[in-house]
């Protein structure tokens, strides 16, 4: 019944509205989210071609086209509250390659099962046991930090923050892609997977720096399957360890006598070769009932030096669940919730309080409070073949982990198609 594909071919797009209302905002930098009324929209379109080489062998490229902004060019808040958009600062829709990787597959059992087709997955016989190499351009949240419940800002949350674990600081260019290669050893239930990826040149940045002695990414996971009540559960444990010219928070911080005052801190001018960031990021994922499903996300980074790649979090901890539409006899639709409480450390506070700016924060001052998400949403399946329309609330506590602006109350409307 089963035969291993040749080709295949998908498509996404994931059109969202957003609209954030007026907040108290007594003062704004250049990096704030605006306490005005906006409105902004995003587009991203996306081609999946897959094709298989040789057993076990396949190859995907995907093109991809992105437009629109996020609120305030998806600055202002640690939790960005939409993940289909990037800080590229240019809404005009840009076609570029998004992935073009290699994966081969060796069989370590006899044992397997045929994969279902769908975007970046050929149908093809997988072995139960295996070790997976993986070549290309890709992002390394294909392979890391994957949760059931919490991982698509196309068809469940949106915020940034429950997409991924905030503080992980994981090496992607400005678009999330980096040129990387990576093993996955799947055991039966427990897979381990390990991957080296190139830094961008600059903070945020679009050019990868491709000198590893000078800049690199080293990622490695430990993942298990589990059941409790012969219900499916999975966890998560992520190391990360990344190097480069990165500048270093109380440093830059600290003026250099003779220095004329007012002194605003310079985190690019302190940039440095051999600088750090380590951190760690588990989640899980737990099936409570037949549609009932919860999620949790907890991450730290040490915060000594600069953001690099995704977000300013060093702290971070989410819990939410979604539950499908079966009590409604609506199967396909899905209703999701969930909160988070993100934190920086107290040298990048001081940084910020200073003056400082980041490539994602910066209110010219920071009267420090941890930023709490809140994010619910109704995502309703409008037609068999694959269209998504999904209706989204994000309340924000203390944007940018500034209690003296917010709270910010953010409505979404969402557009997925899926072929």
Not at 112 to 124: L, M, Q, V
Request: hydrophobic fraction near 35%; include cysteine; glycine fraction near 10%.
């Amino acid at each position: 019944t089963h035969s291993a594909r040749r080709f295949n071919l998908h498509f996404q797009l994931t059109y969202i509205f957003q609209y954030s209302a007026r907040f108290k905002s007594p003062y704004s930098g250049p990096n704030s989210l605006s306490g005005d009324e906006e409105r902004q929209n995003s587009l991203t379109t996306t081609l999946y071609l897959g094709a298989r080489l040789w057993k076990g062998a396949s190859v995907y490229v995907n093109p991809e086209i992105a437009g629109g902004s996020g609120l305030s060019g998806a600055q202002g808040m640690g939790g960005s509250s939409n993940g289909e958009t990037y800080r590229v600062g240019i809404p005009t829709p840009t076609l570029y390659l998004g992935r073009a990787y290699f994966n081969q597959n060796f069989a370590l059992s006899k044992e397997g099962e045929y994969t279902s087709d769908d975007a970046n997955i050929i149908s093809e016989f997988v072995p139960k046991n295996r070790l997976s190499l993986m070549l290309g351009k890709f992002s390394l949240g294909d392979l890391f930090d994957n949760n059931n419940v919490s991982n698509s800002p196309r068809r469940q949350f949106m915020n940034w923050a429950f997409i991924n674990t905030g503080s992980w600081d994981y090496a992607a260019n400005v678009r999330g892609y980096t040129l990387a290669v990576a093993g996955k050893l799947v055991l039966d239930k427990t897979t381990f997977t390990a991957a080296v990826a190139e830094l961008p040149e600059v903070a945020n940045g679009d050019t990868l720096s491709t000198d590893l002695n000078k800049s690199i990414a080293l990622n490695a996971q430990v993942s298990q399957q589990y059941c409790i009540n012969k219900r499916t559960g999975n966890i998560h444990l992520l190391g990360f360890y990344n190097k480069t010219h990165m500048g270093n928070y109380a440093e830059a911080n600290t003026p250099l006598l003779p220095n004329p005052f007012p002194f605003t801190p310079d985190i690019v001018a302190d940039r440095k070769e051999g600088r750090t960031k380590v951190g760690f990021a588990l989640n899980a994922d737990q099936q409570l009932t037949n549609d009932l499903s919860a999620f949790t996300r907890i991450g730290w980074s040490d915060g000594k030096n600069e953001t690099w790649c995704f977000t300013e979090i060093d702290q971070t901890f989410a819990l939410g669940a979604s539950l499908k539409g079966n009590k409604w006899n609506r199967p396909d639709d899905e209703i999701g919730l969930a909160a988070v409480a993100n934190g920086i450390s107290k040298e990048h506070r001081n940084y910020l309080a200073n003056g400082g700016l980041g490539f994602i924060l910066g209110d010219g001052k920071l009267n420090y409070a941890p930023e709490g998400i809140l994010e619910f949403y109704y995502s309703y399946k409008a037609l068999k073949q694959g269209l998504w329309l999904s209706a989204d609330y994000q309340l924000c506590l203390n944007p940018g982990y500034n209690q003296d602006r917010g709270p910010a109350n953010i409505a979404s409307l969402r557009v997925h198609v899926e072929l």
